[in-house]
Nanobody
Framework: QVQLVESGGGLVQAGGSLRLSCVAS????????MAWFRQAPGKEREFVAA????????YYADSVKGRFTMSRDNAKATVSLQMDSLRPEDTAVYYC???????????????????WGQGTQVTVSS
């Protein structure tokens, strides 16, 4: 098990930027694939980005590709999501998630992740 705590959400105008962070507890952070998901009011939780254990490979939803960048620092047990060129449709609660084992076909599925943070609100005004 790993405990996850997100931070960095807030209110920003369209076109602006935010940087989300997720700090993990425990000494086994480097053994987890990590991901960001988001959930807007009245909508299902959706995949945003994921990064492999060693940070060598990242995956993005088509809706954020080219605007968002996910990274990790295993020494600090932290993952980050740099969000640029934000749009009103990016408004959601953003969740950090960890999985001990994912495969390419399931890395974008929320059910692949057993560990979740409490979420942080991102609001983009038009």
């Amino acid at each position: 098990q790993v405990q996850l705590v997100e931070s960095g959400g807030g209110l920003v105008q369209a076109g602006g930027s935010l940087r989300l962070s997720c700090v993990a507890s425990g000494r086994t952070f480097r053994s987890y694939d990590m991901a960001w998901f988001r959930q807007a009011p009245g909508k299902e939780r959706e995949f945003v980005a994921a990064i492999r254990k060693n940070g060598g490979v990242t995956y993005y939803a088509d809706s954020v590709k080219g605007r968002f960048t996910m990274s990790r620092d295993n020494a600090k047990a932290t993952v980050s999501l740099q969000m640029d060129s934000l749009r009103p449709e990016d408004t959601a609660v953003y969740y950090c998630a960890a999985s001990g084992s994912t495969i390419l076909s399931t890395i974008r599925r929320s059910e692949s992740y057993a560990n979740w943070g409490q979420g942080t609100q991102v609001t983009v005004s038009s």
